[in-house]
């Protein structure tokens, strides 16, 4: 009798925010949700991850700085209250 591997399923719960809500906020409470891990968070191997999807966005200094960079460029493409 051969044994097949146990599948595991696991349900993971994602809070995000809809862009009416995200609009809606004051620069204070975007500030709140950015700091407790809304968009982004470091795990406990250092990697900087997304909190929606948990994908890893920066492994290192190095890619972070850049990450940084490229976020910079893309200010110009933003419009201001």
Do not use: C, W
């Not at 966005?57 to 972070?64: I, W």
């Amino acid at each position: 009798m051969s044994s097949q591997p146990k599948k595991i399923s696991i349900t993971v719960d994602i809070e995000t925010v809809d862009i009416p809500t995200m609009v809606k906020m004051t620069n204070e409470e975007y500030r709140e949700y950015v700091h407790n891990d809304g968009l982004v968070f470091v795990d406990h191997h250092d990697v900087l991850r997304s909190s929606a999807a948990a994908y890893p966005l920066a492994t290192t200094l190095e890619q972070f700085d850049i990450l940084i960079d490229e976020l910079q460029k893309l200010r110009s493409n933003m419009v201001s209250r």
